[in-house]
């Protein structure tokens, strides 16, 4: 008895050691975002300063024009996911059905693919058409990452629901557009949670599409974030700031859907081989 | 889940009549629709899940199969931004064998490649076997272990660079004081891409750490009983019973990862641009500057090509092998 306490013991600081890398380094970020220049730059560092510096939020928000890029990026990734699903769903479900298993193999090219590749012709593409300026081309080409993640999401989800259901709803005289909304999409909306969740992680964090397609008005907060570097004297503070308030979403959305994201990451993952 | 077990059989029987020719089932289907009005239960009218799918398949070609279509057009002609276009024929290709640039951002990004492979596989391994136990907060401290990967790339990049700062770094006062010299980490050329590799490590080591322990779940339970009373230590359970049983998952990690590692960019390109000097440009970032920050759109896109062929055929090399240790295992036996 007391031996298997002594096991558990030692398994938790395995553990410790193991997640430490992550604790120190977002405890330090959260330092780093609340100290004034003169505590970022004292030698041995300061991890908890005696003064805060709060106002290095508030400088954000104020001198960066983040609240624009805040809602740019909540627009950009909001339209690309809720497209996707809007797209995805049915076609995970017409994939899943139709045993369509090469479709997959797509899928994983689609992976492969590195984001630069699709960037050049869709450049050109938004330049001909003139949308340049505005949000649409970043829209279009976050399609290149929700819709993917979506697809192969609700391709396993719907794999696993039972098909009696939509059987009998068939020899009733549903037409299959009616099973489809009336039957297979209630049962699958932990599903579309996760593919939701997942969608809205990696469109958040997408940093590549952004620098090449953002101008100065639709910039996404990764984007800004990284271009406060370039045009002001680098402050540790602010930029520490930015950089936590860019990522928070994210975080939070993680601590709260961990159990959804490990399963939806895992499935994917699993299946991708 | 052994509830669901039945109802997956009835799922898998109902589809296999999905599977008949689809303009049968067009003809059939007045016919059909006549018997289902008598009341006949025994006929089933085969849906058509074609329109579901259509939709999607319609942006992916936009999206997808267009850019790259017209990928390798543009790879064969000469095309700087706001010069005149001409058709250039394998000229872009030949160029990029002869430019030592290109071989130069070549062997950074196998070596950035291999050891942001190496790392986290192995680290995975070790945190996912330790997971897979049960001790108290498991749940809570799992949950840290998973946030670097979901933190936004740039904002951890951003962060690590100040980090890195030789002079006011927080790393260089930790080496301090177990009596390491200070290092220049991202800023020199020698010591770059290890640096680099430890950030991407750091965050993509959750990828595989959830991977391994989907498979260690999957793990029965009596072989290692067994093998307890055979007399078998830790070590010999671990590397004669669970190592085969996970290396599928394994696997599958060891592909995911390198396909993302090659393709790495926000990292690399926020922290160093691929510098100091061209000390770690690797393919991805040669083939941003080339194309945008130079505007040869048609040497990059040809770069974009052979890129893209590389990721293929290292993908294609570890599929092969997996098949092949598959092939031998079932030999062995």
Avoid: C
């Avoid at chain 2, 999905?18 to 089932?25: A, M, S």
């Avoid at chain 2, 290109?102 to 070596?111: A, I, M, P, R």
């Amino acid at each position: 008895m007391s031996s298997r306490l002594l096991n558990q013991i030692g398994l938790f600081f395995a553990a410790l050691v193991v997640v430490s890398p992550a604790i120190l380094f977002f405890l330090w970020m959260i330092s780093l975002s609340l100290k004034f220049e003169i505590d970022n730059g004292a030698y041995p560092p300061i991890l908890i300063p005696e003064r805060f510096a709060w106002s290095n939020y508030v400088k954000v928000f104020e001198e960066n024009n983040f609240l624009l890029y805040l809602w740019n990026s909540v627009l950009v990734t909001g339209t690309a996911t809720l497209l996707a699903l809007l797209i995805g769903v049915p076609a995970g479900y017409g994939i899943a059905r139709l045993k369509a298993e090469r479709s997959a193999v797509v899928i994983m090219i689609a992976r492969m693919t590195p984001g630069l590749s699709y960037l050049i012709p869709l450049f050109l593409l938004f330049q001909w058409i003139g949308i340049l300026g505005t949000l649409w081309p970043q829209i279009i080409i976050h399609l290149v990452v929700t819709v993917p993640i979506v697809v192969w999401v609700m391709i396993g989800y719907f794999e696993t629901t039972p098909m009696e259901l939509e059987e009998a709803a068939n020899i009733d005289g549903a037409s299959s557009w009616q099973v489809f909304r009336l039957v297979a999409l209630p049962i699958a909306k932990p599903g579309i949670v996760v593919a939701f969740i997942l969608s809205v992680i990696f469109s958040w964090n997408n940093f590549v599409f952004g620098v090449v397609l953002a101008s100065r008005e639709t910039r996404t907060l990764p984007v800004a974030v990284y271009n406060m570097l370039s045009y002001e004297q680098v402050s540790w503070g602010p930029l520490a700031a930015a950089a936590l308030v860019v990522t928070l979403p994210v975080l939070v959305l993680t601590m709260f859907a961990q159990k959804q994201i490990v399963a939806g990451l895992t499935a994917g993952a699993v299946k991708g081989g | 889940m052994s509830a669901i077990a039945p109802e997956r059989t009835g799922a898998t029987t109902g589809r296999a009549e999905v599977t008949t020719d689809r303009t049968e089932v067009t003809a059939d289907r007045t016919e059909a629709a006549t018997q289902a009005i008598e009341g006949s239960q025994s006929i089933r009218l085969a849906p058509n899940y074609w329109p579901f799918v259509v939709p999607a398949l319609v942006v992916v070609s936009a999206v997808i199969v267009f850019p790259w279509a017209f990928t390798l057009w543009m790879s064969v002609n000469r095309w700087t931004l706001g010069q005149s276009r001409s058709f250039a024929g394998m000229e872009n290709y030949l160029r990029l064998a002869s430019d030592p640039r290109f071989w130069e951002s070549l062997v950074h990004t196998l070596t950035y490649t291999s050891l942001s492979v190496a790392a986290p596989m192995l680290l995975g391994t070790v945190a996912a076997l330790i997971f897979d136990a049960r001790f108290p907060l498991r749940g809570l401290l799992r949950g840290v272990f998973v946030m670097p990967m979901m933190a936004t790339p740039v904002a951890v990049a951003l962060v690590w660079t100040m980090m890195f700062h030789p002079q006011l770094g927080v790393l260089n006062y930790l080496l301090s004081l177990v009596g390491i010299p200070a290092q220049e980490w991202i800023f020199n050329a020698n010591t770059v891409i290890p640096s680099l590799v430890a950030v991407e490590t750091w965050q993509w080591t959750p990828l595989v750490m959830l991977i391994v322990l989907g498979g260690l779940a999957s793990v029965p339970r009596e072989p290692f009983e067994s093998a307890e009373i055979d007399g078998a230590n830790a070590w010999q359970q671990f590397r004669y019973l669970t190592l085969p049983m996970i290396a599928p998952f394994l696997m599958i990690a060891l592909i995911i990862r390198t396909i993302d590692a090659l393709k790495s960019f926000d990292i690399i390109y926020a922290m160093t641009q691929g510098g100091p000097g061209t000390a770690s440009e690797t393919i991805n970032i040669y083939l941003y500057n080339t194309a945008f920050s130079y505007y040869d759109i048609g040497y990059g896109s040809a770069m974009a090509v052979v890129f893209f062929i590389v990721i293929v055929a290292l993908s294609f090399i570890l599929l092969m092998l997996r098949q092949r240790s598959q092939w031998n295992d079932a030999e062995g036996k």
